[in-house]
């Protein structure tokens, strides 16, 4: 075992302490009339050490030792079967080493039965350290030791390319569960020594998962993936999922809330349509495009958290979500073409919603049968209120326009449903002096 000069050192000074120790005892023995075994001869070895007087501090931090009647009858140390006090020695000064507070063990090869620390050389037992050795896995099984790969009992398989696009390393995806028994399931970085990178179509579909911890080695998570999965109540996503394929989590009724990562560019339409039992999604920011119908029948959302990155809403992503009661629209929404029809249709419980600034426009049938939606605020920035967008919002009496009322009569109103005061920074517009303003308006 590797020490530090100063471990060594305090040996030395042990070592020297002890052997003088025994030196009195033999001498002691001497003076009584005994004479030394000629097969037990002390001096030779004892000429040959550093002559070490130790002081009054080193006896003080030196372990207290009590020579039993063996060390008294055979006095003699050897190298290949050192006694009781130099094991003990050892011990202690292998804890301590040259690491003032811990030890830092690093990757150890599997055949190894012990780990040792990188700084000092202590070695110790694997316990909770095991993870720390390598593998080599074929087919899920450590060709070194035999030992069975972490999530072996999943299915793999080995893909080429991504996305469409040929990749340089081969990486595996996971594409069935297999005979994996748990209820509960973190994904694997790892597989037979390649990255894990995504999650296969239908792979989990109708599995009896309860919860999922899908890690940021995960780039994808392809087509029908969860599917009703009836069980999965919790799914933690991390920062690297790239895509969320469309009907990933659809149909799953016990999932109750979701945090979408800032790294996410794309959530596929029906994502997580028919989820009813989920009550809250956040989306962070850096998030990019939700195509249509993601949350749609999404009976029992309340709480929505919509990132300003986001670049287009699809059709139809909140449609029929009837416990959503407020909500608050991304500045970047009305940029994209993905920002369409019926975003909020059947929402009958909403009440309020705001524009955040920048926002360019209130899609056709927007919020068409919101029949509780008493408060709009909408931005300066607004250009365009397409056809329909308020049909049935029987409550709306007013409408707040952050803007001027010269400003707004240049914004391209379409929906004839839109028969309110609107209420500008310098004034009112009244539903009577607006009546003109709606005179060429399609008939209903």
Same mark, same amino acid.
């Given at each position: 075992?590797?020490?530090?000069?100063?471990?060594?050192? #305090?040996?030395?000074? =042990?070592?020297?302490?002890?052997?003088?120790?025994?030196?009195?005892?033999? =001498?002691?023995?001497?003076?009584?009339?005994?004479?030394?075994? %000629?097969?037990?001869?002390?001096?030779?070895?004892?000429?040959?050490?550093?002559?070490?007087? @130790?002081?009054?501090?080193?006896?003080?931090?030196?372990?207290?030792?009590? @020579?039993?009647?063996?060390?008294?009858?055979?006095?003699?140390?050897?190298?290949?079967?050192? /006694?009781?006090?130099?094991?003990?020695?050892?011990?202690?000064?292998?804890?301590?080493?040259?690491?003032?507070? *811990?030890?830092?063990?690093?990757?150890?090869?599997?055949? !190894?039965?012990?780990?040792?620390?990188?700084?000092?050389?202590? !070695?110790?037992?694997?316990?909770?350290?095991?993870?720390?050795?390598?593998?080599?896995?074929?087919?899920?099984?450590?060709?070194?030791?035999?030992? #069975?790969?972490?999530?072996?009992?999943?299915?793999?398989?080995?893909?080429?390319?991504?996305?469409?696009?040929?990749?340089?390393?081969?990486?595996?995806?996971?594409?069935?569960?297999?005979?994996?028994?748990?209820?509960?399931?973190?994904?694997? !970085?790892?597989?037979? +020594?390649?990255?894990?990178?995504?999650?296969?179509?239908?792979?989990?579909?109708?599995?009896?998962?309860?919860?999922? *911890?899908?890690?940021?080695?995960?780039?994808?998570?392809?087509?029908?993936?969860?599917?009703?999965?009836?069980?999965?109540?919790?799914?933690?996503?991390?920062?690297?999922?790239?895509?969320?394929? @469309?009907?990933?989590?659809?149909?799953?009724?016990?999932?109750?809330?979701?945090?979408?990562?800032?790294?996410? #560019?794309?959530?596929? =339409?029906? =994502?997580?349509?028919?989820?009813?039992?989920?009550?809250?999604?956040?989306?962070?920011?850096?998030?990019?495009?939700?195509?249509?119908?993601?949350?749609?029948?999404?009976?029992?959302?309340?709480?929505?958290?919509?990132?300003?990155?986001?670049?287009?809403?699809?059709?139809?992503?909140?449609?029929?979500?009837? %416990?959503?009661?407020?909500?608050?629209?991304?500045?970047?929404?009305?940029?994209?073409? +993905?920002?369409?029809?019926?975003?909020?249709?059947?929402?009958?419980?909403?009440?309020?919603?705001?524009?955040?600034?920048?926002?360019?426009?209130? %899609?056709?049938?927007?919020?068409?049968?919101?029949?509780?939606?008493?408060? &709009?605020?909408?931005?300066?920035?607004?250009?365009? &209120?397409?056809?329909?967008?308020? !049909?049935?919002?029987?409550?709306?009496?007013?409408? /707040?326009?952050?803007?001027?009322?010269?400003?707004?009569?240049?914004?391209?109103? #379409? %929906?004839?449903?839109?028969?309110?005061?609107?209420?500008?920074?310098? +004034?009112?517009?009244?539903?009577?002096?607006?009546?003109?303003?709606?005179?060429?308006?399609?008939?209903?």
């Amino acid at each position: 075992m590797k020490r530090s000069k100063q471990g060594a050192s #305090r040996l030395h000074r =042990a070592m020297a302490l002890i052997l003088s120790a025994l030196m009195l005892l033999s =001498a002691s023995a001497c003076s009584l009339g005994g004479e030394p075994s %000629s097969t037990s001869d002390t001096t030779a070895p004892l000429a040959t050490l550093p002559q070490t007087t @130790p002081d009054a501090t080193t006896l003080a931090t030196l372990p207290q030792i009590t @020579p039993d009647a063996t060390t008294l009858v055979t006095p003699t140390v050897t190298t290949k079967a050192p /006694t009781t006090a130099t094991t003990v020695l050892t011990q202690t000064l292998g804890q301590i080493g040259s690491c003032r507070e *811990e030890h830092t063990y690093g990757p150890t090869p599997c055949t !190894e039965s012990v780990i040792t620390c990188t700084r000092c050389g202590y !070695e110790t037992d694997p316990g909770l350290f095991a993870l720390l050795r390598y593998h080599h896995y074929v087919d899920g099984v450590c060709t070194e030791c035999h030992e #069975r790969e972490e999530h072996a009992d999943l299915k793999y398989r080995l893909e080429t390319h991504w996305d469409g696009m040929e990749v340089d390393e081969p990486y595996y995806s996971i594409c069935g569960i297999g005979t994996y028994s748990s209820p509960h399931l973190t994904t694997p !970085e790892t597989y037979c +020594g390649r990255p894990v990178k995504t999650i296969a179509f239908k792979a989990f579909r109708g599995s009896a998962l309860e919860s999922v *911890e899908i890690l940021g080695n995960i780039i994808s998570i392809e087509y029908s993936a969860f599917l009703g999965s009836e069980k999965l109540s919790r799914v933690t996503l991390h920062e690297g999922l790239l895509l969320l394929r @469309p009907s990933a989590f659809q149909y799953c009724p016990a999932l109750t809330e979701i945090t979408l990562p800032g790294s996410l #560019r794309i959530l596929g =339409a029906s =994502a997580f349509q028919n989820c009813t039992s989920l009550a809250s999604v956040t989306c962070r920011e850096g998030m990019g495009r939700i195509e249509p119908n993601a949350f749609d029948g999404c009976t029992a959302l309340k709480s929505i958290t919509l990132a300003d990155s986001i670049t287009s809403l699809g059709g139809r992503t909140f449609k029929g979500c009837t %416990s959503l009661e407020s909500i608050t629209l991304p500045a970047s929404y009305g940029k994209g073409r +993905g920002d369409d029809y019926s975003l909020f249709e059947g929402c009958t419980a909403l009440k309020s919603v705001y524009f955040n600034e920048g926002c360019l426009a209130v %899609s056709t049938d927007m919020f068409k049968g919101c029949t509780s939606l008493a408060i &709009v605020v909408l931005p300066a920035s607004l250009q365009n &209120v397409y056809g329909n967008a308020f !049909e049935g919002c029987d409550q709306l009496t007013h409408v /707040t326009y952050r803007g001027t009322r010269a400003a707004w009569m240049k914004v391209n109103v #379409r %929906s004839k449903y839109l028969r309110c005061d609107i209420h500008c920074k310098d +004034g009112t517009l009244t539903e009577e002096v607006l009546a003109d303003y709606f005179a060429g308006e399609e008939k209903p």
